[in-house]
């Protein structure tokens, strides 16, 4: 086996994941895990991850130094397996060594196994949008950007990662519906807690600070804050009366002395600094009151020392001035420098082109009595800071716990307000193999157009059915089609509910996908090559208890081969993998295929010609399509009229032969000809849209606006046809 030893060094997180000795597994860890820097020993093979260091940002680092130091054994204190203890002693060693400090936030070490979530490949990850789009790597338009209303930072975080890592824990998963589902059903409490979230600072990052010894004093009001919100958070959750929600507050640690001391020591909005002063209450400490008096005296003095002053010389605009440089200074406008008499003990120190600045022996000695009470001020205020801060860093542990505790607590009411939003069910979870979703929807596609106008399908899969060939024509919806039923697993094994009317499903263990076409050009493979191989990765991994996405395999390649190589897959997967596969195809002739492979059943996306023109239905039903509508796609794209007649007779050719003859190239006369023709009658044609919509039109029903905001329309859309 891989293992992977893992720390967050700002929120103190670290975990040990073990994986088959399989680099790609190993690879799609590290993309899922977001590393930046991998410390390998200098025995590690690193060609393992040559192409995968090639293309992301990450730093490699060698160590070997394996010894758990003494004060961090407690964090593996319930690991006995050596190679595991080995990887976090190579890790610790190699922080404390760059850090050069005592690490007192991270926490105890958690140990995952590969098997213990629903495994996503990076490939399905990308393919799926489950974190960022695959065009423009956005939030916007991915699964974690429609089911990111979280309250608090960390739980968007924790978000993320349950995205990348659904559970297969049937109990805990059944856990968390029953307590979206009584959020659901108290929508008071619900916001009452969204409310409450929104109070809560980033917990996670400022005991990182605080443990780093880099936390100011405005990161201590904002923890005091968040930690007052905690007794109200656990009042509404018990109130709920849910079970795991009771459990998941039963870890909240009492910290009210905490946040008494913080606040008693601390002003309301400190400065970010905490080595300039001006950070404790008046009150805290009776020492620090006293030089702030005196320090205050002192200023008075030099108040009436200025008054006094003006009053001796009869120099109006004398002023007392201080900068760090100088310190204390009498300052005179050159108008009236003349007034400056030898008998006042003025020591000249600067001349600017306006004024200039004196020194007079009593002034000298009260600023060496005023600056040194102010550095004593600033010099108590940063110990009796230090002192508080030490005092935050020894509940360290009991608030990371807290800080999980309500980045759980975040997610699932985040899913219980989409829920409530978009109409979702709470999913049944079945022992056998079936998976039944009626009234299906793609969440994230749905989201994006308008209310009521996505086309919501079903997807039956019996225990005796594995394949579910489906064949339709291009933009019909086959990928959506499968993507969804994705979404739906993965938001399901998250704990949330899904969108459908309703949806029984079993605990799938893996997720495999190949869909879209793509090439990768810094290693020289092409799109049919990276196509295969992702075919090959998931039939290498997959077990009975997979899901697979196969959208129209092998048609990178030749027809033929394409269609043998198709056949070949949907064999060995039928017969090797019996795990629940949707397979999409243009090559119909695949559909026979259900006639004598038993698990396999055919459906087929609607589509109907009206006029030459295609109409997508985007509805799912039993049985095959003989058609793909390739060339009304075509038309869709506004090919040239002449291109689209020239391709239905070649068409009509290959159908008569079946795909045997080699048509002969039309001359460029017959063409130039044809063109002509065309564009006769594409002049005839280009008004019919206006004339079809103006047929339509029910005079009785016409207000005269109505009327003349279809006239308008209809004269804008006449001028662009021009």
């Given at each position: 086996t891989y293992v992977l030893a893992y720390s967050d060094l700002t929120t103190g997180e670290n975990l040990l994941v073990t994986l088959p000795k399989d680099a790609e597994l190993l690879a799609n860890e590290l993309m899922n895990l977001n590393v930046r820097e991998l410390i390998v020993s200098t025995q590690f093979h690193q060609r393992v991850l040559r192409n995968h260091l090639e293309s992301r940002p990450m730093t490699l680092s060698v160590a070997d130094d394996i010894n758990i130091p003494q004060?961090?054994?407690?964090?593996?204190?319930?690991?006995?397996?050596?190679?595991?203890?080995?990887?976090?002693?190579?890790?610790?060693?190699?922080?404390?060594?760059?850090?050069?400090?005592?690490?007192?936030?991270?926490?105890?070490?958690?140990?995952?196994?590969?098997?213990?979530?629903?495994?996503?490949?990076?490939?399905?990850?990308?393919?799926?949008?489950?974190?960022?789009?695959?065009?423009?790597?956005?939030?916007?338009?991915?699964?974690?950007?429609?089911?990111?209303?979280?309250?608090?930072?960390?739980?968007?975080?924790?978000?993320?990662?349950?995205?990348?890592?659904?559970?297969?824990?049937?109990?805990?998963?059944?856990?968390?519906?029953?307590?979206?589902?009584?959020?659901?059903?108290?929508?008071?409490?619900?916001e009452e807690i969204e409310s409450l979230l929104k109070q809560v600072y980033d917990l996670e990052r400022i005991i990182g600070r605080i443990s780093f010894g880099n936390a100011n004093a405005k990161d201590l009001i904002n923890l005091s804050r968040s930690l007052k919100v905690m007794p109200q958070v656990r009042e509404i959750v018990e109130s709920i009366h849910n079970d795991y929600g009771c459990e998941l507050v039963s870890k909240f640690s009492d910290l009210g002395?905490?946040?008494?001391?913080?606040?008693?020591?601390?002003?309301?909005?400190?400065?970010?600094?905490?080595?300039?002063?001006?950070?404790?209450?008046?009150?805290?400490?009776?020492?620090?009151?006293?030089?702030k008096s005196n320090h205050f005296d002192a200023k008075q003095w030099i108040e009436k020392f200025e008054s006094d002053e003006r009053e001796r010389t009869g120099i109006k605009k004398l002023r007392i001035g201080y900068n760090r440089v100088f310190g204390y200074y009498i300052e005179v406008t050159k108008s009236q420098i003349e007034l400056v008499k030898p008998e006042f003990g003025y020591e000249r120190k600067q001349t600017l082109s306006n004024s200039e600045r004196y020194i007079t022996e009593e002034l000298k000695a009260k600023e060496m009595l005023i600056l040194g009470s102010e550095e004593s001020q600033i010099q108590l205020e940063y110990e009796l800071f230090v002192v508080i801060r030490d005092r935050c860093r020894e509940q360290i542990e009991a608030m990371q716990t807290l800080a999980r505790v309500i980045a759980e607590i975040d997610m699932l009411t985040a899913f219980s307000s989409v829920s409530i939003q978009n109409r979702y069910v709470r999913p049944e979870l079945n022992q056998f193999r079936s998976v039944d979703v009626i009234g299906g929807r793609h969440a994230v596609v749905e989201s994006l157009l308008e209310k009521g106008t996505f086309v919501e399908n079903d997807l039956h899969m019996g225990d005796n059915t594995s394949i579910l060939l489906i064949t339709g024509p291009n933009m019909s919806g086959k990928s959506t089609y499968m993507r969804q039923l994705a979404l739906i697993v993965i938001m399901a094994q998250m704990g949330c509910f899904v969108p459908a009317t309703s949806v029984n499903l079993p605990v799938f263990d893996q997720i495999f996908t190949r869909i879209g076409a793509s090439d990768d050009l810094s290693t020289g493979k092409s799109t049919f090559m990276i196509e295969m191989l992702e075919v090959n990765y998931a039939l290498q991994n997959a077990t009975s208890n997979s899901l697979i996405l196969f959208d129209e395999i092998g048609r990178g390649t030749a027809t033929y081969d394409g269609m043998a190589l198709a056949q070949a897959i949907i064999e060995y997967t039928h017969h090797k993998l019996t795990c629940k596969t949707l397979f999409s195809t243009h090559y119909h002739e695949l559909t026979f295929?259900?006639?004598?492979?038993?698990?396999?059943?055919?459906?087929?996306?609607?589509?109907?010609?009206?006029?030459?023109?295609?109409?997508?239905?985007?509805?799912?039903?039993?049985?095959?399509?003989?058609?793909?509508?390739?060339?009304?796609?075509?038309?869709?794209?506004?090919?040239?009229?002449?291109l689209i007649r020239r391709s239905q007779a070649i068409l009509e050719t290959l159908e008569k032969n079946h795909g045997y003859n080699v048509i002969k190239p039309q001359t460029i006369d017959l063409f130039n000809y044809e063109i002509a023709e065309v564009e006769d009658e594409i002049e005839n044609e280009k008004y019919e849209s206006i004339l079809e919509q103006l047929k339509e039109i029910d005079i009785n029903d016409l207000t005269p606006l109505k009327a003349m905001n279809i006239l308008a329309e209809t004269v804008e859309a006449i001028k662009k046809l021009k």
């Open positions: 004060f961090y054994r407690n964090l593996v204190a319930e690991i006995y397996e050596k190679s595991l203890l080995e990887a976090f002693g190579r890790l610790i060693n190699y922080l404390l060594k760059t850090k050069k400090r005592e690490l007192m936030h991270l926490q105890k070490v958690q140990v995952f196994e590969s098997s213990q979530y629903l495994r996503i490949d990076n490939n399905s990850k990308r393919n799926l949008e489950l974190t960022e789009t695959y065009r423009s790597q956005n939030k916007k338009g991915s699964l974690f950007g429609l089911l990111d209303v979280c309250g608090t930072a960390m739980g968007s975080r924790y978000l993320k990662q349950t995205i990348l890592r659904p559970l297969i824990d049937k109990n805990r998963i059944e856990s968390r519906y029953s307590l979206v589902e009584d959020l659901n059903d108290d929508f008071i409490a619900r002395d905490l946040c008494q001391l913080i606040d008693s020591a601390i002003i309301e909005n400190p400065p970010l600094s905490i080595k300039e002063g001006g950070i404790i209450k008046p009150g805290y400490s009776t020492e620090l009151d006293e030089i295929l259900e006639d004598d492979l038993k698990s396999l059943h055919n459906v087929h996306v609607r589509a109907k010609e009206e006029k030459g023109s295609i109409v997508f239905l985007h509805k799912v039903a039993d049985g095959p399509t003989d058609r793909s509508y390739g060339i009304h796609v075509a038309k869709l794209a506004k090919l040239p009229l002449s």
